[in-house]
Nanobody, 124 residues
Framework: QVQLVESGGGLVQAGGSLRLSCAASGRTSSRYAMAWFRQAPGKEREFVAG????????YVGDPVKGRFSISRDNARNTVYLQMNSLKPEDTAVYYC?????????????????WGQGTQVTVSS
């Protein structure tokens, strides 16, 4: 079992930056792929970015490509989402997910563990 705790969300003006963190605890000896998803009110959970355990495989969703990047520090059991040039349409609750098969699945249904989410609000 793995517990995920997101942090770093908040209110920012359009064009600004935020860095989200997701700290894993519990059975962290396994090699988990990690990802960020987001969900805005009335919308489905959307893939933002994902990374394999080694960091060799990284994926970024089209809506955020060129603005967001994902990284991880396995020594700290933490994955990060650097968000630059934020837009009002990036406003959502951002969730961290973990997959015990080290598979980066673009569908939210393919992940084994989820955090509670952190709110990101971008004002225009």
């Amino acid at each position: 079992q793995v517990q995920l705790v997101e942090s770093g969300g908040g209110l920012v003006q359009a064009g600004g930056s935020l860095r989200l963190s997701c700290a894993a605890s519990g059975r962290t000896s396994s090699r988990y792929a990690m990802a960020w998803f987001r969900q805005a009110p009335g919308k489905e959970r959307e893939f933002v970015a994902g990374i394999s355990w080694s960091g060799a495989r990284k994926y970024v969703g089209d809506p955020v490509k060129g603005r967001f990047s994902i990284s991880r520090d396995n020594a700290r059991n933490t994955v990060y989402l650097q968000m630059n040039s934020l837009k009002p349409e990036d406003t959502a609750v951002y969730y961290c997910g973990a997959d015990r098969d080290d598979s980066v699945n673009l569908s939210s249904g393919g992940w084994d563990y989820w955090g509670q989410g952190t709110q990101v609000t971008v004002s225009s």
